[in-house]
Every structure is written in C-alpha cells, then in structure tokens.
C-alpha cells in the first residue's frame, strides 16, 4: 500500500463522508449508511494494510459490497413494513454548491425512485452515474462483469428516466407555492388546498408502522385535499410548519407544539404542488432541524 501505515486512519476520516455517500445512495438511510461505513473501518483493522495497493478503492468497494447486503436485506424487510416506504430525508443547504457532503448530493425525487429499483441495478446506477465508478470497479464489487454491470446500468437509467417526475426548479416559484401550501394545510383551508394541488396530485405518508399515517397513497387534489383540512380540524396542540430543504428540494417541518412531527416534500410542478411525501416516522426524523433557518 502506498503511504505509510499511520496514516491509514489519516485517509479514512477524509474519505468518511464520500462513503458515508455512497452507501446512502445505496440504502436511502443515514443511520444504515453510517453503520456500513462503521463495519467498512472495522474490517480494515483486521486486514493486513500492506496487502490493500488502493487504500480509496478498497475502502469503496468494501462499503459498497456491506452496503449491497444490507439493501437486499432491507428488502425483505420492507415487504413487511407497515406502510409506504420512504427515504430517510437529509435537511441540505438551499443552493447544491452548498453541500456539505456526498450523501447531501442525491436528489429527494432521485432517492424515491431509487426505491423501484433492484439491488444489483441500484448499485450499478449509484456507484457509475453519482460517484463516477468505472464498471471494472463495479464488477469487483458486484462479483459480476463489467459488461454485465453496464447493462444494469443502462437498464436502471432507462427507468429512471422514464419514473423521476419533472419539477419546477425556480426558486421564486418555490417560495409562492410552499407558503400556500403551508397556510392551507395548517389552517385546514379546503379551497385553498384545492387551487395549490395539481389535479392528479399524490401523497405519500411514511409512519412505518410507529405513529399514524396513510397506509396507502392518496391520488388526486380532491382526496389530498379533504385529508389534509381533517388533519388540520383534528385538536391538540396547535400546529405549525417552517419552510425548509431536503435532498435539496422544497419541504416543510411539521410541529406540534414544540416537537418535530414530520417532514413534508412537496414536489412542484406548473406552480402547483404534484407530490407530498410525508416522513413521520420518528427513526428517520433524527438528523432533521440541526441546520439553522
């Protein structure tokens, strides 16, 4: 291995958050995602250094075959969860330049579509087209071929493409639409809901199973709309919600009283709402609200 053995730890505390990244985009879940990049670290302590000739793609192909485990896992695990499934959402910095790290770089719509994926053609896809992988890499950490990791790779774009909505990207338009949506919600506001939801509008509400949620999606404006004003109309303590972004993308904290409720994001179209994915299962709620407004 090139450099000296001391600064292994050096290089791994550097190359954490692009693990960190990989491993997310993997497993849509930060707390998963930090656990592999653990495992990755401990079995480098337990290999000879001297036998690893790349340090960086070692540990890359390492995290990315944990992380492969966990995802196939996480299926059969997810066929019993109570619920849609959504992605454990990262609270990111307005403008994408701005991110802090690797896993902040993969868009909420990306990491939703990710989910229809399977897990050789999600890792193909996430390891080549986010982080720039050549495919004699991937086939190392797929134990496939590369021309075998190419076509996954081809394959997973293709539905992708064809699956990731197109959303309005203007910043001004953003602002409008999320103020509406957030003063209707809250207020129980009928009409209101109904002249900021697009007609074939879809809620999606993640509770896994822990605190209550539609346990199925909710198609159409209509729907969307007489939910969220009952949602609204329910008493307890007063509700709020302050505009935020996460994965970049436009979204609302909820609030009860004091405490983070949910996470809501909104996807824009057209200057209407045409998605809400509403995060409130708590375990994925943990890393939400540390950044400041």
Request: negative net charge; glycine residues 8%; aromatic residues 6%.
């Amino acid at each position: 291995m090139s450099g000296s053995v001391e600064s292994v730890p050096a290089t791994f505390d550097a190359l954490r958050p692009r693990l960190v990244g990989v491993a997310y985009g993997l497993l849509g879940s930060v707390t998963e995602a930090e656990d592999v990049v653990q495992d990755a670290w401990i079995r480098l302590q337990r290999t000879d250094y001297e036998e690893i000739d790349d340090l960086t793609g070692w540990l890359v192909t390492t995290t990315s075959r944990l992380a492969l485990d966990v995802l196939r896992s996480a299926r059969h695990r997810r066929e019993a969860y109570v619920g849609p499934w959504l992605p454990e959402p990262v609270e990111t910095a307005p403008d994408p330049a701005d991110s802090v790290t690797l896993a902040e770089s993969v868009s909420w719509a990306m990491m939703v579509v990710l989910e229809t994926l399977s897990p050789a053609e999600r890792m193909a896809f996430v390891l080549h087209d986010l982080f720039g992988l050549s495919f004699d890499e991937i086939a190392t950490a797929l134990g496939r071929s590369p021309a075998g990791c190419r076509k996954l790779a081809s394959r997973a774009r293709a539905h992708i493409d064809s699956r990731t909505p197109r959303f309005d990207v203007d910043p001004t338009t953003h602002h409008e639409v999320v103020e509406a949506f957030a003063d209707a919600a809250t207020t129980g506001d009928l009409e209101g809901l109904l002249q900021i939801l697009d007609p074939s509008a879809v809620l999606t509400a993640d509770g896994g199973g822990i605190v209550r949620a539609a346990l199925r999606p909710i198609v159409g404006a209509d729907a969307i709309a007489r939910f969220l004003a009952g949602l609204a109309g329910q008493g307890g303590p007063a509700k709020r919600m302050r505009a935020a972004v996460v994965n970049h993308n436009p979204a609302l904290l909820v609030f009860v009283g004091d405490e983070l409720d949910g996470i809501v994001a909104l996807g824009i179209a057209g200057g209407r709402v045409t998605a809400i994915d509403f995060v409130r299962n708590p375990e994925k709620l943990t890393r939400i609200g540390r950044r400041e407004p």
